[in-house]
Nanobody, 124 residues
Framework: QLQLVESGGGLVQPGGSLRLSCAAS????????VGWFRQAPGKERDGVSC????????NYLDSVKGRFTISRDRAKNTVYLQMNRLEPEDTAVYYC?????????????????WGQGTQVIVSS
């Protein structure tokens, strides 16, 4: 069974940190671009960050640049999103998604595999 499972979400105060994990089972993330998306209530799902199939190229939503870092661990078949200096505006359900393609895409429709999502709430 092909699966992506996110973990690491939770409630954190503004300025705090969380690390999200996206673990794949049933298939390898090698040579696949992996993206993180988020969806706040009543809003569309937006791309947050992406890492290409080799891990050598990453991109970020402007509002998270300098605060979030995406990385991948090939041995663990897992992609991470380190989120620092969190803001209330970062509150959303975060999803990871994998492509069949080596290169990143900013479009939701560009990804064929999706996790179930993990909730992040930034609040005092």
């Amino acid at each position: 069974q092909l699966q992506l499972v996110e973990s690491g979400g939770g409630l954190v105060q503004p300025g705090g940190s969380l690390r999200l994990s996206c673990a794949a089972s049933g298939f390898t993330l090698d040579s696949r671009a992996v993206g993180w998306f988020r969806q706040a209530p009543g809003k569309e799902r937006d791309g947050v960050s992406c890492i290409n199939g080799g891990g050598g190229s990453t991109n970020y939503l402007d509002s998270v640049k300098g605060r979030f870092t995406i990385s991948r661990d090939r041995a663990k078949n897992t992609v991470y999103l380190q989120m620092n200096r969190l803001e209330p505006e970062d509150t959303a359900v975060y999803y990871c998604a994998a492509r069949r393609n080596y290169y990143c895409s900013g479009a939701v429709s560009g990804y064929g595999y999706w996790g179930q999502g993990t909730q992040v709430i930034v609040s005092s």
